[in-house]
């Protein structure tokens, strides 16, 4: 019923730059928190940003004055402009919403399929 889209992965040099988006579709009553984990091989899943429908951020140490987070609530989408990328910050990235259904309110998570990022020269 809820569908998370991403899209904006790739191979890109360190210090390069990539934007992340993710749309959400489906049976939406509405979008609370929208947000991106990150996952790399052998190591545990990790947020990196949160934002909540009012638009306040919250970021992992390890991006903060790197990475920004951003929602279009019109077009329930949210964006992870990630700049001057580090080799640490290859993973596979996730979209991850709290949303409410309809018609009925229901409470619940939704997670995208995931996108790879890696940092590379």
């Known amino acids: 019923q809820v569908q998370l889209v991403e899209s904006g992965g790739g191979l890109v040099q360190p210090g390069g730059s990539l934007t992340l988006s993710c749309v959400a579709s489906?049976?939406?009553?509405?979008?609370?928190?929208m947000g991106w984990y990150r996952q790399a091989p052998g190591k545990q899943r990790e947020l990196v940003a949160a934002i909540t429908s009012g638009g306040t951020p919250n970021y992992a140490d390890s991006v903060k004055g790197r990475f920004t987070i951003s929602r279009d609530n019109a077009k329930n989408t949210v964006y992870l402009q990630m700049n001057s990328l580090k080799p640490e910050d290859t993973a596979v990235y996730l979209c991850y919403c709290n949303l409410e259904t309809r018609p009925l309110r229901i409470r619940t998570d939704s997670w995208g399929q995931g996108t790879q990022v890696t940092v590379s020269s």
């Open positions: 489906g049976s939406i009553y509405s979008l609370l928190v």
